[in-house]
Protein backbone atom coordinates (compact mmCIF):
# COMPACT_ATOMS: atom_id res chain seq x y z
CA UNK A 1 0.00 0.00 0.00
CA UNK A 2 1.20 3.27 -0.90
CA UNK A 3 0.27 4.83 2.06
CA UNK A 4 2.34 2.17 4.61
CA UNK A 5 5.17 2.91 1.89
CA UNK A 6 5.45 5.92 2.25
CA UNK A 7 4.98 6.60 5.98
CA UNK A 8 8.41 4.18 6.13
CA UNK A 9 10.59 5.98 3.70
CA UNK A 10 9.84 9.45 5.58
CA UNK A 11 10.60 7.27 8.79
CA UNK A 12 13.79 6.31 7.81
CA UNK A 13 14.64 9.59 6.13
CA UNK A 14 14.04 10.78 9.44
CA UNK A 15 15.39 8.20 11.67
CA UNK A 16 19.04 8.23 9.50
CA UNK A 17 19.12 12.38 10.04
CA UNK A 18 18.64 11.67 13.82
CA UNK A 19 21.11 9.25 13.54
CA UNK A 20 23.60 11.31 11.77
CA UNK A 21 23.61 13.69 14.76
CA UNK A 22 24.38 11.82 17.75
CA UNK A 23 24.66 14.53 20.10
CA UNK A 24 20.60 14.55 20.04
CA UNK A 25 20.94 11.12 20.97
CA UNK A 26 23.31 11.45 23.94
CA UNK A 27 21.36 14.50 25.56
CA UNK A 28 18.23 12.65 24.78
CA UNK A 29 19.65 10.32 27.78
CA UNK A 30 21.28 12.04 30.04
CA UNK A 31 18.83 14.81 30.45
CA UNK A 32 16.51 12.12 32.46
CA UNK A 33 19.31 9.88 33.78
CA UNK A 34 20.31 13.88 35.55
CA UNK A 35 17.23 14.30 36.83
CA UNK A 36 16.88 11.10 38.31
CA UNK A 37 20.69 11.69 39.87
CA UNK A 38 19.86 15.12 40.83
CA UNK A 39 16.13 15.53 41.73
CA UNK A 40 15.40 12.63 43.31
CA UNK A 41 17.33 13.23 46.30
CA UNK A 42 15.50 16.49 46.51
CA UNK A 43 12.24 14.52 46.25
CA UNK A 44 13.48 11.75 48.90
CA UNK A 45 13.88 14.40 51.61
CA UNK A 46 10.65 16.30 50.54
CA UNK A 47 8.38 12.98 50.55
CA UNK A 48 5.60 12.57 53.00
CA UNK A 49 2.66 14.80 51.63
CA UNK A 50 -0.48 13.50 49.72
CA UNK A 51 0.75 10.92 46.75
CA UNK A 52 4.62 10.84 47.74
CA UNK A 53 4.33 8.51 50.01
CA UNK A 54 8.44 8.17 51.95
CA UNK A 55 9.95 4.85 50.48
CA UNK A 56 8.39 5.14 47.21
CA UNK A 57 9.72 8.64 45.93
CA UNK A 58 11.37 6.49 42.66
CA UNK A 59 7.59 4.88 41.85
CA UNK A 60 5.72 8.72 41.37
CA UNK A 61 8.85 10.13 39.90
CA UNK A 62 9.72 7.77 37.26
CA UNK A 63 6.29 8.27 35.44
CA UNK A 64 6.83 12.02 35.60
CA UNK A 65 10.16 11.80 34.33
CA UNK A 66 9.00 9.55 31.35
CA UNK A 67 5.96 11.97 30.89
CA UNK A 68 8.65 15.35 30.32
CA UNK A 69 11.01 12.82 27.71
CA UNK A 70 7.95 12.48 25.68
CA UNK A 71 6.76 15.88 25.67
CA UNK A 72 10.77 16.79 24.94
CA UNK A 73 11.30 14.32 22.17
CA UNK A 74 8.07 15.62 20.16
CA UNK A 75 8.35 19.68 21.09
CA UNK A 76 11.42 19.69 18.76
CA UNK A 77 9.84 18.41 15.41
CA UNK A 78 9.12 22.09 14.38
CA UNK A 79 12.34 23.18 14.66
CA UNK A 80 13.25 21.11 11.66
CA UNK A 81 9.84 21.53 9.63
CA UNK A 82 10.96 25.72 9.55
CA UNK A 83 14.56 24.69 8.76
CA UNK A 84 13.14 21.83 6.01
CA UNK A 85 10.34 24.94 4.66
CA UNK A 86 13.73 27.40 3.81
CA UNK A 87 15.28 24.90 2.02
CA UNK A 88 12.27 24.18 -0.16
CA UNK A 89 12.36 20.44 0.98
CA UNK A 90 8.95 20.76 2.07
CA UNK A 91 8.14 22.39 -1.25
CA UNK A 92 9.37 19.74 -3.31
CA UNK A 93 7.79 16.84 -1.15
CA UNK A 94 4.35 18.83 -1.64
CA UNK A 95 4.50 18.40 -5.57
CA UNK A 96 5.35 14.48 -5.14
CA UNK A 97 2.27 12.81 -4.79
CA UNK A 98 3.06 11.97 -1.37
CA UNK A 99 0.53 11.79 1.13
CA UNK A 100 0.80 14.69 3.62
CA UNK A 101 -0.08 12.84 6.42
CA UNK A 102 2.21 10.16 5.71
CA UNK A 103 4.83 13.38 5.83
CA UNK A 104 3.84 13.97 9.02
CA UNK A 105 4.08 10.48 10.45
CA UNK A 106 7.58 10.12 9.28
CA UNK A 107 8.59 12.93 12.00
CA UNK A 108 5.88 11.70 14.30
CA UNK A 109 7.24 7.87 14.27
CA UNK A 110 10.50 8.80 14.47
CA UNK A 111 9.89 11.33 17.78
CA UNK A 112 7.88 8.07 19.58
CA UNK A 113 11.04 6.21 18.75
CA UNK A 114 13.53 8.73 20.21
CA UNK A 115 11.27 8.80 22.97
CA UNK A 116 10.44 5.12 23.57
CA UNK A 117 14.33 3.74 22.91
CA UNK A 118 16.03 5.81 26.17
CA UNK A 119 12.82 5.55 28.25
CA UNK A 120 13.56 1.85 28.25
CA UNK A 121 16.97 2.79 29.47
CA UNK A 122 15.87 4.95 32.07
CA UNK A 123 13.36 2.66 33.45
CA UNK A 124 15.71 -0.16 33.41
CA UNK A 125 18.40 1.82 35.26
CA UNK A 126 15.55 3.13 37.50
CA UNK A 127 15.08 -0.29 38.78
CA UNK A 128 18.41 -1.33 39.88
CA UNK A 129 17.88 1.93 42.39
CA UNK A 130 14.72 0.76 43.40
CA UNK A 131 11.80 1.54 40.93
CA UNK A 132 9.06 -1.14 42.09
CA UNK A 133 7.06 -1.32 38.16
CA UNK A 134 4.33 -3.60 37.49
CA UNK A 135 5.62 -5.38 33.94
CA UNK A 136 2.03 -4.77 31.91
CA UNK A 137 1.23 -1.51 33.16
CA UNK A 138 4.78 -0.13 32.32
CA UNK A 139 3.99 -1.43 28.49
CA UNK A 140 0.64 0.34 28.56
CA UNK A 141 2.25 3.17 29.90
CA UNK A 142 4.58 3.45 27.50
CA UNK A 143 1.84 3.24 24.73
CA UNK A 144 -0.06 5.91 26.75
CA UNK A 145 3.87 8.35 26.50
CA UNK A 146 4.07 7.45 22.83
CA UNK A 147 0.74 8.73 21.89
CA UNK A 148 1.99 11.90 23.88
CA UNK A 149 5.11 12.16 21.84
CA UNK A 150 3.05 11.80 18.79
CA UNK A 151 0.16 14.47 20.00
CA UNK A 152 3.89 17.04 20.70
CA UNK A 153 5.45 16.00 17.43
CA UNK A 154 2.07 16.49 14.92
CA UNK A 155 1.45 19.90 17.15
CA UNK A 156 4.85 20.85 17.24
CA UNK A 157 5.55 20.43 13.33
CA UNK A 158 2.39 22.09 12.60
CA UNK A 159 3.20 25.15 15.01
CA UNK A 160 6.28 25.74 13.01
CA UNK A 161 4.88 25.22 9.77
CA UNK A 162 2.29 27.96 11.21
CA UNK A 163 4.96 30.06 12.22
CA UNK A 164 7.28 30.04 10.05
CA UNK A 165 10.07 31.71 11.96
CA UNK A 166 12.60 29.84 14.50
CA UNK A 167 12.06 32.95 16.98
CA UNK A 168 8.29 33.24 16.96
CA UNK A 169 8.52 28.75 17.52
CA UNK A 170 10.59 29.35 20.31
CA UNK A 171 8.92 31.94 22.02
CA UNK A 172 5.94 29.73 21.59
CA UNK A 173 7.29 26.16 23.03
CA UNK A 174 8.97 27.64 25.91
CA UNK A 175 6.16 30.37 26.87
CA UNK A 176 3.52 26.81 26.90
CA UNK A 177 6.20 24.11 27.82
CA UNK A 178 6.43 25.33 31.73
CA UNK A 179 3.23 25.78 32.49
CA UNK A 180 2.34 21.92 30.49
CA UNK A 181 4.90 20.45 32.81
CA UNK A 182 4.20 22.21 35.84
CA UNK A 183 0.36 21.92 35.87
CA UNK A 184 0.67 18.24 34.90
CA UNK A 185 2.32 17.10 38.00
CA UNK A 186 5.43 15.91 36.32
CA UNK A 187 8.10 16.95 38.86
CA UNK A 188 5.79 16.88 41.81
CA UNK A 189 2.26 15.70 42.42
CA UNK A 190 -0.30 18.11 42.22
CA UNK A 191 -2.09 16.69 44.92
CA UNK A 192 0.86 18.11 47.15
CA UNK A 193 -0.77 21.73 45.83
CA UNK A 194 -3.72 23.61 46.89
CA UNK A 195 -7.00 23.42 44.87
CA UNK A 196 -6.76 25.77 43.25
CA UNK A 197 -3.46 24.74 41.47
CA UNK A 198 -5.32 20.68 41.09
CA UNK A 199 -8.18 22.92 39.24
CA UNK A 200 -5.94 24.45 37.02
CA UNK A 201 -3.94 20.84 36.44
CA UNK A 202 -7.49 19.81 34.97
CA UNK A 203 -7.34 21.85 32.21
CA UNK A 204 -4.23 20.29 30.70
CA UNK A 205 -4.79 17.84 28.53
CA UNK A 206 -0.66 16.38 29.76
CA UNK A 207 -2.11 16.34 33.39
CA UNK A 208 -4.17 13.20 32.50
CA UNK A 209 -1.29 11.31 31.01
CA UNK A 210 0.57 11.58 33.54
CA UNK A 211 -1.83 10.60 36.56
CA UNK A 212 -2.52 7.61 34.41
CA UNK A 213 1.29 7.01 33.79
CA UNK A 214 1.12 6.84 37.54
CA UNK A 215 -1.41 4.60 38.52
CA UNK A 216 0.15 2.44 35.21
CA UNK A 217 3.28 1.63 36.68
CA UNK A 218 1.66 0.74 40.25
CA UNK A 219 -0.23 -2.26 38.55
CA UNK A 220 -3.88 -0.53 39.18
CA UNK A 221 -4.84 -0.87 35.76
CA UNK A 222 -7.90 -0.64 35.39
CA UNK A 223 -8.88 2.78 36.93
CA UNK A 224 -10.93 5.80 36.14
CA UNK A 225 -7.65 7.69 35.77
CA UNK A 226 -6.32 5.13 33.07
CA UNK A 227 -9.33 5.32 31.03
CA UNK A 228 -9.38 9.44 31.35
CA UNK A 229 -5.91 9.39 30.58
CA UNK A 230 -5.82 7.14 27.15
CA UNK A 231 -9.07 8.86 26.04
CA UNK A 232 -7.64 12.67 26.93
CA UNK A 233 -4.45 11.63 24.90
CA UNK A 234 -5.91 9.56 22.45
CA UNK A 235 -8.28 12.58 21.76
CA UNK A 236 -4.94 15.15 21.44
CA UNK A 237 -3.42 12.93 19.90
CA UNK A 238 -5.66 12.53 16.79
CA UNK A 239 -6.50 16.55 16.71
CA UNK A 240 -2.63 17.40 16.36
CA UNK A 241 -1.92 14.27 13.46
CA UNK A 242 -5.39 16.39 11.85
CA UNK A 243 -3.78 19.41 12.52
CA UNK A 244 -0.04 18.67 11.71
CA UNK A 245 -1.74 17.38 7.93
CA UNK A 246 -3.82 20.53 7.41
CA UNK A 247 -0.77 22.65 8.03
CA UNK A 248 1.37 20.38 5.57
CA UNK A 249 -1.25 20.77 2.75
CA UNK A 250 -0.83 24.40 2.84
CA UNK A 251 3.19 24.33 4.31
CA UNK A 252 4.05 27.70 2.65
CA UNK A 253 7.28 30.07 2.77
CA UNK B 1 -9.53 18.44 -22.22
CA UNK B 2 -10.39 18.26 -26.41
CA UNK B 3 -10.15 14.87 -27.78
CA UNK B 4 -8.00 14.84 -31.03
CA UNK B 5 -5.14 13.16 -32.59
CA UNK B 6 -2.43 15.99 -31.28
CA UNK B 7 -0.65 15.65 -27.98
CA UNK B 8 -2.39 17.93 -25.43
CA UNK B 9 -0.69 21.47 -24.62
CA UNK B 10 1.84 21.29 -21.90
CA UNK B 11 0.20 24.57 -19.76
CA UNK B 12 -2.68 25.59 -20.58
CA UNK B 13 -4.64 28.26 -18.37
CA UNK B 14 -7.02 31.01 -18.68
CA UNK B 15 -8.04 33.96 -16.25
CA UNK B 16 -5.34 32.84 -13.53
CA UNK B 17 -5.59 35.11 -10.30
CA UNK B 18 -4.62 34.84 -7.02
CA UNK B 19 -4.45 37.42 -4.36
CA UNK B 20 -2.07 37.88 -0.98
CA UNK B 21 -3.56 40.12 2.09
CA UNK B 22 -0.75 42.10 2.83
CA UNK B 23 -1.28 43.95 5.89
CA UNK B 24 -5.40 43.10 5.72
CA UNK B 25 -5.11 44.28 1.89
CA UNK B 26 -5.72 42.51 -0.84
CA UNK B 27 -2.90 42.52 -3.39
CA UNK B 28 -3.26 40.55 -6.75
CA UNK B 29 0.04 38.94 -7.53
CA UNK B 30 -1.16 37.83 -10.60
CA UNK B 31 -4.76 39.55 -12.67
CA UNK B 32 -5.71 37.16 -15.03
CA UNK B 33 -2.84 34.81 -16.49
CA UNK B 34 -3.38 33.36 -20.40
CA UNK B 35 -1.05 30.66 -21.01
CA UNK B 36 -0.54 27.83 -23.74
CA UNK B 37 2.73 25.93 -23.98
CA UNK B 38 2.84 23.37 -26.03
CA UNK B 39 4.36 20.32 -25.49
CA UNK B 40 8.17 19.82 -26.05
CA UNK B 41 9.84 23.23 -26.35
CA UNK B 42 11.13 25.46 -23.69
CA UNK B 43 9.14 27.88 -22.39
CA UNK B 44 10.74 31.20 -20.42
CA UNK B 45 8.74 33.33 -18.12
CA UNK B 46 10.75 36.59 -17.90
CA UNK B 47 9.19 39.35 -15.61
CA UNK B 48 10.76 41.43 -12.44
CA UNK B 49 11.19 39.98 -8.94
CA UNK B 50 7.23 40.36 -7.80
CA UNK B 51 5.88 40.50 -11.12
CA UNK B 52 3.62 37.24 -10.47
CA UNK B 53 6.22 34.44 -12.04
CA UNK B 54 6.67 32.31 -9.29
CA UNK B 55 2.73 32.62 -7.79
CA UNK B 56 2.28 31.36 -11.36
CA UNK B 57 4.48 28.60 -10.92
CA UNK B 58 3.20 27.58 -7.86
CA UNK B 59 -0.66 27.52 -8.88
CA UNK B 60 0.88 24.91 -12.15
CA UNK B 61 2.88 22.73 -9.84
CA UNK B 62 -0.30 22.83 -7.16
CA UNK B 63 1.31 24.11 -4.14
CA UNK B 64 -0.93 26.95 -4.47
CA UNK B 65 -4.74 27.35 -5.17
CA UNK B 66 -5.69 30.28 -7.84
CA UNK B 67 -8.24 32.34 -6.53
CA UNK B 68 -10.24 31.87 -10.26
CA UNK B 69 -9.12 30.88 -13.76
CA UNK B 70 -8.90 27.29 -14.66
CA UNK B 71 -5.06 25.55 -15.17
CA UNK B 72 -4.43 22.34 -17.55
CA UNK B 73 -0.70 21.22 -16.68
CA UNK B 74 -0.13 17.97 -18.70
CA UNK B 75 -3.86 17.39 -19.98
CA UNK B 76 -4.92 16.97 -16.30
CA UNK B 77 -6.84 20.12 -13.83
CA UNK B 78 -4.64 21.21 -11.49
CA UNK B 79 -8.06 21.69 -9.31
CA UNK B 80 -9.42 19.12 -9.76
CA UNK B 81 -7.19 15.99 -10.11
CA UNK B 82 -3.86 17.48 -8.28
CA UNK B 83 -2.56 13.92 -7.84
CA UNK B 84 -2.81 13.76 -11.57
CA UNK B 85 -1.07 16.54 -12.25
CA UNK B 86 2.05 15.86 -9.73
CA UNK B 87 2.29 12.17 -11.16
CA UNK B 88 3.41 14.02 -14.25
CA UNK B 89 5.54 17.26 -13.22
CA UNK B 90 9.06 17.77 -12.15
CA UNK B 91 10.01 20.83 -10.20
CA UNK B 92 12.80 22.66 -9.36
CA UNK B 93 11.69 25.32 -6.83
CA UNK B 94 13.23 28.32 -6.29
CA UNK B 95 14.88 27.52 -2.86
CA UNK B 96 16.35 24.54 -3.94
CA UNK B 97 14.38 21.65 -2.10
CA UNK B 98 17.47 19.40 -1.15
CA UNK B 99 17.57 17.61 1.79
CA UNK B 100 20.65 18.57 3.24
CA UNK B 101 21.12 15.79 5.78
CA UNK B 102 20.82 12.82 3.17
CA UNK B 103 23.24 12.53 0.99
CA UNK B 104 22.79 13.37 -2.82
CA UNK B 105 22.01 9.09 -3.49
CA UNK B 106 19.21 9.08 -1.08
CA UNK B 107 17.78 11.92 -1.85
CA UNK B 108 17.52 10.38 -5.56
CA UNK B 109 16.29 7.10 -4.31
CA UNK B 110 14.11 8.89 -1.67
CA UNK B 111 12.40 10.78 -4.88
CA UNK B 112 12.04 7.70 -7.26
CA UNK B 113 10.34 5.67 -4.75
CA UNK B 114 7.55 8.57 -4.08
CA UNK B 115 6.94 8.43 -7.35
CA UNK B 116 5.53 4.72 -7.14
CA UNK B 117 9.15 3.71 -8.84
CA UNK B 118 10.24 0.00 -7.87
CA UNK B 119 13.29 0.18 -5.74
CA UNK B 120 15.39 -1.64 -8.58
CA UNK B 121 14.45 0.84 -11.18
CA UNK B 122 14.92 3.63 -9.05
CA UNK B 123 18.24 2.49 -8.28
CA UNK B 124 19.07 2.10 -11.65
CA UNK B 125 17.68 5.70 -12.50
CA UNK B 126 19.95 7.16 -9.45
CA UNK B 127 22.84 5.43 -11.18
CA UNK B 128 22.04 6.88 -14.15
CA UNK B 129 21.29 10.41 -12.87
CA UNK B 130 24.33 10.65 -10.73
CA UNK B 131 26.27 9.81 -13.99
CA UNK B 132 24.50 12.35 -16.16
CA UNK B 133 24.77 15.27 -13.99
CA UNK B 134 28.09 14.22 -12.97
CA UNK B 135 27.41 13.61 -9.16
CA UNK B 136 29.84 10.60 -8.65
CA UNK B 137 32.70 12.48 -6.57
CA UNK B 138 30.20 13.19 -3.98
CA UNK B 139 26.98 11.22 -4.16
CA UNK B 140 27.82 9.54 -1.07
CA UNK B 141 28.45 12.86 0.91
CA UNK B 142 25.19 14.57 2.50
CA UNK B 143 24.41 17.46 0.57
CA UNK B 144 24.78 19.83 3.42
CA UNK B 145 28.85 19.97 2.01
CA UNK B 146 27.64 20.52 -1.59
CA UNK B 147 28.35 23.75 -3.52
CA UNK B 148 25.88 25.88 -4.64
CA UNK B 149 26.52 24.53 -8.37
CA UNK B 150 26.82 20.73 -6.90
CA UNK B 151 23.43 20.98 -4.73
CA UNK B 152 21.73 22.51 -7.96
CA UNK B 153 22.68 19.86 -10.12
CA UNK B 154 21.18 17.33 -7.86
CA UNK B 155 18.08 19.75 -7.49
CA UNK B 156 17.79 19.06 -11.49
CA UNK B 157 18.22 15.46 -11.19
CA UNK B 158 15.60 15.27 -8.34
CA UNK B 159 13.21 17.09 -10.47
CA UNK B 160 13.33 14.68 -13.36
CA UNK B 161 13.92 11.25 -11.70
CA UNK B 162 10.55 9.81 -12.78
CA UNK B 163 11.02 11.08 -16.70
CA UNK B 164 8.03 13.66 -16.08
CA UNK B 165 6.57 15.07 -19.27
CA UNK B 166 6.45 18.87 -18.34
CA UNK B 167 9.32 20.32 -15.92
CA UNK B 168 8.83 23.24 -13.69
CA UNK B 169 12.24 25.69 -13.00
CA UNK B 170 11.60 28.56 -10.40
CA UNK B 171 14.87 30.99 -11.44
CA UNK B 172 17.08 28.03 -11.76
CA UNK B 173 20.18 29.78 -12.40
CA UNK B 174 20.06 32.11 -9.57
CA UNK B 175 23.30 32.27 -8.13
CA UNK B 176 25.39 30.42 -10.36
CA UNK B 177 28.30 31.05 -11.44
CA UNK B 178 28.72 31.76 -15.36
CA UNK B 179 30.38 28.91 -15.92
CA UNK B 180 27.53 26.48 -13.84
CA UNK B 181 24.70 28.71 -15.52
CA UNK B 182 26.29 27.48 -19.59
CA UNK B 183 25.93 24.25 -17.91
CA UNK B 184 22.75 24.15 -17.02
CA UNK B 185 21.52 25.66 -20.31
CA UNK B 186 23.01 22.88 -21.87
CA UNK B 187 21.28 20.00 -19.71
CA UNK B 188 17.63 21.65 -20.02
CA UNK B 189 18.45 21.71 -23.92
CA UNK B 190 19.35 18.20 -23.94
CA UNK B 191 16.72 17.20 -21.81
CA UNK B 192 14.02 19.36 -24.76
CA UNK B 193 15.60 16.91 -27.26
CA UNK B 194 14.17 13.87 -25.37
CA UNK B 195 11.11 15.31 -25.55
CA UNK B 196 10.26 17.02 -22.50
CA UNK B 197 8.76 20.46 -21.56
CA UNK B 198 10.70 22.60 -19.83
CA UNK B 199 8.52 25.58 -17.91
CA UNK B 200 11.35 28.39 -16.37
CA UNK B 201 10.79 31.59 -14.96
CA UNK B 202 13.86 34.09 -15.09
CA UNK B 203 14.46 37.70 -14.28
CA UNK B 204 17.69 36.94 -16.88
CA UNK B 205 17.43 39.03 -20.43
CA UNK B 206 19.99 36.83 -21.33
CA UNK B 207 18.25 33.47 -20.86
CA UNK B 208 15.10 33.99 -21.30
CA UNK B 209 16.33 34.70 -25.03
CA UNK B 210 18.85 32.37 -25.61
CA UNK B 211 17.41 29.77 -24.00
CA UNK B 212 13.63 29.92 -24.89
CA UNK B 213 11.77 28.77 -28.10
CA UNK B 214 8.90 30.50 -26.99
CA UNK B 215 8.51 32.85 -23.93
CA UNK B 216 5.88 35.52 -21.95
CA UNK B 217 6.91 38.51 -20.37
CA UNK B 218 5.49 39.43 -17.14
CA UNK B 219 4.78 42.38 -15.11
CA UNK B 220 2.35 43.13 -12.35
CA UNK B 221 0.91 40.13 -12.46
CA UNK B 222 -0.74 39.92 -16.45
CA UNK B 223 1.04 38.89 -19.33
CA UNK B 224 2.08 41.75 -21.43
CA UNK B 225 4.30 39.68 -24.31
CA UNK B 226 4.32 36.73 -26.33
CA UNK B 227 6.16 35.18 -28.70
CA UNK B 228 9.42 33.86 -29.73
CA UNK B 229 12.12 35.84 -28.76
CA UNK B 230 12.88 36.87 -32.18
CA UNK B 231 9.48 37.47 -32.88
CA UNK B 232 9.19 39.60 -29.97
CA UNK B 233 12.31 41.48 -30.86
CA UNK B 234 11.24 42.04 -34.58
CA UNK B 235 7.57 43.00 -33.42
CA UNK B 236 8.42 45.43 -30.73
CA UNK B 237 11.63 46.95 -31.27
CA UNK B 238 11.38 47.18 -34.84
CA UNK B 239 14.58 48.64 -35.53
CA UNK B 240 17.21 50.23 -33.38
CA UNK B 241 19.83 52.83 -34.06
CA UNK B 242 22.73 53.78 -31.92
CA UNK B 243 24.61 57.30 -32.91
CA UNK B 244 27.66 58.67 -31.25
CA UNK B 245 27.89 61.88 -32.38
CA UNK B 246 31.60 64.18 -31.53
CA UNK B 247 29.94 66.05 -28.74
CA UNK B 248 30.75 66.71 -25.28
CA UNK B 249 27.71 64.84 -23.02
CA UNK B 250 26.38 68.00 -21.74
CA UNK B 251 25.38 68.56 -25.63
CA UNK B 252 23.74 64.84 -25.59
CA UNK B 253 20.37 65.59 -24.49
CA UNK B 254 19.57 68.28 -26.38
CA UNK B 255 20.12 66.46 -29.80
CA UNK B 256 18.42 63.50 -28.15
CA UNK B 257 15.21 65.68 -27.93
CA UNK B 258 15.87 67.01 -31.44
CA UNK B 259 16.09 63.48 -33.26
CA UNK B 260 13.07 62.33 -31.12
CA UNK B 261 10.88 64.82 -33.25
CA UNK B 262 11.62 63.19 -35.94
CA UNK B 263 9.00 61.38 -37.72
CA UNK B 264 10.73 58.19 -38.48
CA UNK B 265 12.00 58.55 -34.53
CA UNK B 266 9.53 56.55 -31.60
CA UNK B 267 12.10 57.21 -28.69
CA UNK B 268 15.62 57.86 -28.25
CA UNK B 269 17.53 57.58 -25.29
CA UNK B 270 20.97 58.56 -23.94
CA UNK B 271 23.43 56.27 -22.41
CA UNK B 272 27.29 56.71 -22.32
CA UNK B 273 28.37 58.99 -25.04
CA UNK B 274 25.76 57.69 -27.29
CA UNK B 275 22.11 58.35 -27.92
CA UNK B 276 19.81 54.87 -29.16
CA UNK B 277 17.31 55.73 -30.99
CA UNK B 278 14.07 53.41 -31.82
CA UNK B 279 12.90 53.99 -35.25
CA UNK B 280 10.35 53.01 -37.66
CA UNK B 281 12.29 52.91 -40.91
CA UNK B 282 16.10 52.41 -40.72
CA UNK B 283 17.38 53.20 -43.42
CA UNK B 284 15.22 56.50 -43.68
CA UNK B 285 15.91 57.10 -40.21
CA UNK B 286 19.39 56.75 -40.44
CA UNK B 287 19.50 59.18 -43.65
CA UNK B 288 17.36 61.76 -41.59
CA UNK B 289 19.64 61.43 -39.13
CA UNK B 290 22.80 61.92 -41.17
CA UNK B 291 21.00 65.05 -42.61
CA UNK B 292 20.35 66.67 -39.17
CA UNK B 293 23.56 66.12 -37.32
CA UNK B 294 25.49 67.59 -40.81
CA UNK B 295 23.09 70.43 -41.15
CA UNK B 296 24.10 71.44 -37.41
CA UNK B 297 27.65 70.45 -38.43
CA UNK B 298 28.44 67.54 -35.81
CA UNK B 299 30.60 64.95 -36.89
CA UNK B 300 29.44 61.33 -36.30
CA UNK B 301 31.95 59.30 -34.21
CA UNK B 302 29.73 55.94 -34.81
CA UNK B 303 26.83 54.70 -35.73
CA UNK B 304 24.96 51.43 -36.20
CA UNK B 305 22.38 49.18 -36.40
CA UNK B 306 22.19 47.95 -32.86
CA UNK B 307 20.39 44.50 -31.92
CA UNK B 308 17.34 44.96 -30.37
CA UNK B 309 16.79 43.17 -26.72
CA UNK B 310 14.16 41.51 -24.83
CA UNK B 311 14.52 44.84 -22.80
CA UNK B 312 13.23 46.85 -25.48
CA UNK B 313 10.16 44.53 -25.86
CA UNK B 314 9.71 45.37 -21.40
CA UNK B 315 10.43 49.12 -22.04
CA UNK B 316 7.98 49.57 -24.99
CA UNK B 317 5.23 47.63 -22.70
CA UNK B 318 5.86 49.54 -19.75
CA UNK B 319 7.83 52.56 -19.81
CA UNK B 320 10.22 51.05 -17.59
CA UNK B 321 13.71 48.93 -18.05
CA UNK B 322 13.68 45.23 -16.78
CA UNK B 323 17.13 46.17 -15.20
CA UNK B 324 15.84 48.25 -12.97
CA UNK B 325 12.04 47.35 -12.01
CA UNK B 326 10.94 47.15 -8.71
CA UNK B 327 9.48 44.85 -6.50
CA UNK B 328 5.53 45.23 -6.12
CA UNK B 329 4.49 42.58 -3.73
CA UNK B 330 6.07 39.74 -1.90
CA UNK B 331 5.26 37.01 -3.35
Known amino acids: ?64 ILALMAF ?44 AVPAVVVIAIAIGFGFNAHWGGLALMLLLLAALTASCSAASSALGIGLKQIGSLAAVVTGVQLPLTLLSGILLPLSLGPGWLQVLGHFNPMYYAVEAARD ?20 AAALALWWGTRSYHKAMV | MPVTGSPPDAVRTSGLRKAFRVKNEAVEAISGIDLTVAAGQIFGFLGPNGAGKTTTLRILTT ?52 YGMGAAETARRTDELIETFDLGAFAGRTARSYSGGQRRRLEVALGIMHRPPV ?44 LSDRLAIID ?37 HDLASDPFVRSARTSGGSIRLSVTDATRAMSAVFSLLAGRGIGIRAASFAQPSLDDVFLRETGRSLRDAKEKVPA
Open chain 1, 1 to 64: MTFALHTSLFFRRKLLETLRQPVWIVTGLSTPLLYLALFEPLLRSVAGGAGLPPGQVLDVFVPG
Open chain 1, 72 to 115: GAGMGAGWVVIWEMDSGVIERLRVTPASRLALLLGTVLRDVVMF
Open chain 1, 216 to 235: LTAGTITTATVGIGFGVTAA
Open chain 2, 63 to 114: LLPADAGEAFVAGADVRRSPQQVRRRIGYVGQLGGADASATGRENLLLQGRL
Open chain 2, 167 to 210: LFLDEPTTGLDPQNRANLWDQLRELRGTGTTIFLTTHYLDEADQ
Open chain 2, 220 to 256: HGRVIAEGTPAGLKQRYSGDTIDITPSLPPAGLPALE
